[in-house]
């Protein structure tokens, strides 16, 4: 979803062969209500509320599933059998990192489990910067591995996964849902979630990655931005607070790097880049404004994809971290 930025037609060419390839969705929204600088105190006030609500507008009669997720949220997916049953007791340790030559589990097999529920809601795991100041070169899952401790207590925040059959609306905030018939998500184990947490904190089927800071320079970044759905600002005490509980060490990211997207990212990068600089050759030409920056060209694809997974992912490796615009399951 593309709230009136200033370069849409440099977003569209950037964007244009993930588009064909049915891999991302593109929308464009110059209604002044949906991004204006004059917002209320409600989440269906702001933009990320807007977005989401609109996705469901547009996506409910095509799609089974749709993860409500940001950039920053990787999905993980652990293990896709079926579920023993439901426990309160913690979930074991995550597993040592997947080699590569090991079949990974599929997300659609996992969602085939709980589809008697009207959404399931992922535990996250916060991270930090990993030392990194400025952005690494590296892809996000290989370049931080700096996580929360299990016991941290912002990991019972939850981001769901809606059937889309049965969801109505957004709700008070990105993590839950109202559900036709007031129906309520659930966790991996099958438990009722409570509002946008969920206990006990669980990660041995799924997992949300929330790499929340990344870099120092990205976090100033994100800053200067604002946030996208409230009024709570990020300021370098909020950095602190997050990079310093970030004390363990997850080696999962970069396992799952290699396994899925390490021989790919360097084509793909290629290709942004190569859009970005015919971009600004026909800005150039054309007498339009200065030339886009190599690293934001970069990370254009990322931000200016939709801020929800839609589709189907059924002949895909699962396991393969899933992010915004990724297909799920149709």
């Known amino acids: 979803m593309d709230y009136n930025s200033s370069r849409p037609l440099s977003n569209m060419r950037m964007l244009l062969p993930f588009i064909r390839s049915g891999l991302v969705e593109y929308h464009y929204d110059a209604d002044p209500r949906h991004h204006s600088h004059h917002r209320g105190g409600v989440f269906a006030d702001y933009s990320q509320g807007t977005a989401f609500q609109r996705c469901i507008d547009f996506a409910h009669r095509d799609h089974m599933w749709m993860a409500f997720i940001d950039a920053d949220e990787y999905l993980i997916v652990r293990d896709s059998s079926p579920p023993h049953n439901s426990s309160t007791a913690p979930s074991p340790p995550p597993p040592p990192p997947s080699s590569a030559a ?77 559900y036709i018939g007031g129906g309520s998500a659930v966790n991996e184990l099958g438990l009722p979630v409570q509002g946008p947490q969920s206990l006990p904190v669980s990660w041995s089927r799924l997992a949300l990655h929330h790499y929340v800071t990344r870099s120092l320079s990205e976090f100033l970044a994100k800053m200067r931005r604002g946030p996208g759905g409230s009024q709570n600002k990020r300021t370098l005490d909020w950095f602190r607070a997050y990079d310093g509980n970030a004390t363990e060490t997850c080696g999962e990211g970069p396992a799952l790097w290699r396994a899925c997207c390490a021989e790919r990212y360097g084509a793909l990068r290629a290709e942004w880049l190569a ?20 690293t934001e060209g970069d990370t254009l694809v990322e931000r200016s994809a939709s801020v929800a997974s839609t589709g189907s992912a059924g002949g895909r490796a699962a396991g393969e971290a899933v992010r915004p615009a990724r297909r799920l399951q149709s």
């Open 102 to 178: 090991v079949p990974r589990p599929n997300i659609s097999a996992l969602l085939a489990h709980y589809e008697q529920y009207p959404g399931v809601g992922v535990n996250m795991r916060y991270f930090g910067s990993s030392g990194h100041v400025q952005r690494p070169t590296g892809g996000t899952l290989e370049a931080y591995t700096a996580c929360s401790p299990a016991s941290a207590w912002d990991n019972r925040h939850i981001k769901t996964i809606a059937k889309m059959s049965a969801v109505l609306a957004i709700g008070g905030n990105p993590h839950e849902f109202v």
């Open 275 to 294: 859009a970005a600089a015919r971009g600004r050759a026909q800005r150039r030409g054309s007498g339009g404004g200065a030339a886009l920056a190599g």
